[in-house]
């Protein structure tokens, strides 16, 4: 059964951290490329952070970059997101996607979780 199973949102006072995981089904491990996007209300959903899953290269977007690192465990299927020095900005539901390639296109992503809401307070 294809399935991304997020875990590790929650609140966090602005300059905290938090580290997202997604636990995936093996078969959607198999995918290229895994990765994090978050939404914010009334904002589009934009890609945080991608892992081509062979090689282990790694895509940040430039708002992140310095402050989150993506990673992959193999043997247990998980890509995790850690996030340091958060801000209000970060303050989004944020979703674990697989797909055949990685790319910034959400549409591009054919597996998704169920989401994760991360709140950053100041």
């Known amino acids: 059964q294809v399935q991304l199973v997020e875990s590790g949102g929650g609140s966090v006072q602005a300059g905290g951290s938090l580290r997202l995981s997604c636990a995936a089904s093996?078969?959607?491990?198999?995918?290229?490329?895994m990765g994090w996007f978050r939404q914010a209300p009334g904002k589009e959903r934009e890609a945080v952070a991608l892992i081509y899953t062979s090689s282990g290269n790694t895509y940040l977007a430039d708002s992140v970059k310095g402050r989150f690192t993506i990673s992959q465990d193999n043997a247990k299927n998980t890509v995790s997101l850690q996030m340091n020095s958060l801000n209000s900005e970060d303050t989004a539901a944020y979703y674990c996607a697989a797909g055949p390639r990685c790319s910034v296109r959400p549409r591009e992503f054919n597996y998704w979780g169920q989401g994760t809401q991360v709140t950053v307070s100041s």
């Open positions: 093996e078969y959607t491990y198999t995918s290229k490329c």
